[in-house]
Structure formats: C-alpha cells, structure tokens
C-alpha cells in the first residue's frame, strides 16, 4: 500500500495528545479520501466516516448525527479515543459554526474524539476555518501528486508523468488513452467546474469561466495579458471578472494566474499574469494529442515541460511560507522566481520549444539580489531531478 507523505503527517498529529480539529484541503481526485482511509486502517482505533458528497440534502442536523454516532464509539467501547471523518464538508450551510459547538462540548467534557475534516473548495473551507474555528483547527494541504509519488505508486517514467500528469484515480486508463482523455474531461474537469467551482462564490457568466479555464490550459506557461484574453473570449465582461474567476479556478486547483514579481504588492496585481496549469494531464487531455503524437510536436512538448516545473514549483510552496512569481521587462523574462522572505531563487526552464522572449535571469539580477540562478533542462538540471526535488531544496 502506498503512503504518501502527506499520509505520514496526517497519521502523526492524530497520535498527538493534544487535540485539533485536522483539515485536508485540496482538488478532487488528489487522495483525501484514500488519504483518511488508509490512516483509519492503520491507526486501529475505532472511527467513523461519512460524506457530504452524496446526492442527498446535508444540513447541521446531519452533522450533528455524525458526531454522535462517533461520540458513541467512545461510550460503548470504553476506548480512551475515536476518530470522526467528515469529508466534503464545506458543502453543508454553517457546518463551522456547528462543528465548533461540538467540538467545544467534546473539550469541556474531556472527550478524545479526533476529527478530521476533508474538503475541495479551498476558499470555502478557509471562510469556515477563520470564522469560526479560529484556534481549534490545523491544515495539511493535499496537493496534485509529484512525479516521485506517480512513479512510486505506479512505475512511472517522467514523460509519463509530464503528459498525462498527477490524478492517481486516472493511472489506471492511460493504455487506452481515449478514455483516459474523456476521464479527465468529463469526470475530473466538468464535475469541478460545474460543481465545486460554482459553489465558492456567485458566478454570473459560468460560460465565461469554462473558456477562460480552457483558454489558460492553451496558453499554459505563457504570460497573456487581460487585454488580450478579453480579445479571445467572447462576452469577457472586464479585467475584474476575469481576475476573480482565475481566482475561483486556482481555488480548484485547477489553473492560475502567476503574478509578476515586483517589489511592490499593488504592481503584482496590476501585472500581466503567466497562465499555469496546475496539473498537466489537463492541457494534454483538452489537446487532443495522444502520448505519442504530443512527443513530436516541440513546441507543445515544451510547453507541457514549462507547466510541469510550474506545477511542481506551485504544488510544493503550498502550506510553505515560500512565493512563486515570474519576470519580464523589455523582451527578456524569467520563468520562475522563488521566494523566501528577501531570499530569491531564479530559474530558467530549457524545454527545446522557441520562445518569444530572451532569457532574462542577468537583467533580472541586476535589479534585484539573486541567491540562485538555476537552469532546468539542456546543460542543466535534468528535468527528473527536478521534478524529483522537494521545492525546499532549490531555496535553501
């Protein structure tokens, strides 16, 4: 049985004396629920678990019920401590403001119950937390899955992992990569879109969000100004909405909008953003291309290269008080910029594809001081090792 690390960090605070409510938050299809699974099998001590994600109506009451079923197995059992696992929570009104009820009662009464909440919307689980959890709470962010992880659970080599990327659920389909493809479209990308996405925040124009997602899963790994995606979409509305929907679809983990990096916060948002998908397996499925025919097509190869080290990089700072940004300034541009307080690493991908703009990391460390200049890629950093690297390694 695989464990990912995650796993790990997961199975070691329950086994805390102290008590937190712990939260996984992350995108569908990244493991949260194997993740708690597979805890609750190892940990052997008597638990619940139950889901919101099912096609009936959830309310507070059913919280409630879930508690108490758990609450029981501590009385009937005369155990000392019980697990409860509620997973897709956000998806139940005030279920905050419920469960801090619950779980003051359970600290005032010296119940062990450990819970853990599992859940895909990143911004309303976060609404939650801080309204009304403040202080209760820890979070473990389940990002999508690393090349070491694909390749430790299923033998992959990183051309495997760089076109058809990191959803464990689709590792099994890739020999018949037609349903692999309309896996990811229909079951990964539609549900998320109109579903989950939907249910983080009022949105006017879901058409609109659909074509700006597919339209960054096209120009992943390229700055593209809010101009010129308004200029490619039709009834684009204005910037504003366009940045709140990039916003909405980060919050899915499914694409974002890089800021370019700049001393000033107000620049940052004002910049041009990259595009960046957050898995790769979604650019290659909405291609069209098969494995072999995106091999010897260089330019999307490359492209699919530059996501990949950008995926990896957004991936790995999550939960880290680390920042990832891009450069540019007259024609010269650094793919990636790490951050670590005034620490800032420089990197470079050399995919093989021909860019637009001239490599920049030079002018770049002219204007800023720059611990690291990195190279992936030709006469660099293979891509494996890269891919292979915890983010921490890079930044020091």
């Not at 000392?80 to 779980?103: C, F, N, Y």
């Not at 689709?170 to 020999?175: F, G, R, T």
């Not at 690493?345 to 093989?352: Q, T």
């Not at 690291?372 to 292979?388: T, Y």
Request: glycine fraction near 8%; include cysteine.
């Amino acid at each position: 049985m695989f464990l990912r690390p995650i796993s790990k960090v997961l199975m070691s605070r329950l086994n805390e004396k102290r008590r937190f409510i712990q939260v996984l938050i992350g995108p569908r299809q990244t493991g949260k629920t194997t993740i708690a699974r597979q805890i609750l099998d190892k940990v052997n001590l008597p638990s619940h678990y139950a889901s919101a994600d099912e096609p009936q109506l959830r309310d507070r009451v059913w919280i409630e019920q879930q508690w108490e079923t758990a609450r029981a197995k501590l009385d009937n059992l005369e155990t000392q401590t019980s697990i409860l696992v509620l997973d897709e929570v956000q998806k139940v009104p005030g279920w905050s403001e419920t469960a801090k009820r619950l779980w003051d009662e359970d600290s005032n009464e010296g119940r062990q119950l450990h819970v853990v909440i599992l859940g895909s919307s990143q911004l309303l689980m976060q609404q939650g937390l801080t309204e009304s959890l403040a202080g209760r709470f820890e979070i473990i962010p389940v990002t999508h899955w690393s090349f070491t992880e694909m390749r430790g659970a299923f033998g992959w080599d990183v051309d495997r992992y760089l076109f058809f990327g990191g959803y464990p659920g689709a590792a099994d389909l890739i020999e018949d990569q037609e349903r692999w493809r309309r896996y990811i479209i229909d079951f990964l990308i539609e549900t998320t879109v109109s579903r989950d996405v939907l249910l983080m925040k009022r949105v006017d124009k879901p058409a609109l969000l659909r074509r700006l997602f597919e339209l960054a899963c096209v120009y992943s790994g390229q700055i593209l100004s809010y101009q010129k995606m308004i200029g490619q979409l039709q009834d684009a509305g204005n910037t504003t909405t366009l940045a709140n929907y990039l916003n909405l679809l980060e919050g899915a983990g499914l694409v974002m909008g890089l800021q370019k990096y700049a001393g000033q916060q107000a620049r940052r948002k004002s910049s041009s953003p990259k595009l960046l998908v957050l898995n790769t397996a979604l650019m290659s499925a909405l291609s069209g291309l098969t494995f072999e025919e995106a091999k010897i097509k260089p330019d999307f190869w490359g492209r699919i290269v530059e996501s990949s080290v950008g995926a990896t990089l957004a991936n790995g700072i999550r939960g880290q008080r680390l920042g990832l940004f891009y450069w540019s300034s007259r024609n010269r541009e650094v793919d990636y910029v790490l951050t670590k307080g005034e620490t800032i690493v420089a990197i470079e991908v050399k995919s093989g594809r021909k860019k637009t703009s001239l490599p920049g990391i030079e002018a770049f460390s002219r204007e800023v001081s720059v611990k690291r200049k990195l190279l992936v890629g030709s006469r660099g950093i293979p891509f494996e090792e890269f891919l292979d690297s915890p983010v921490q390694r890079w930044i020091g």
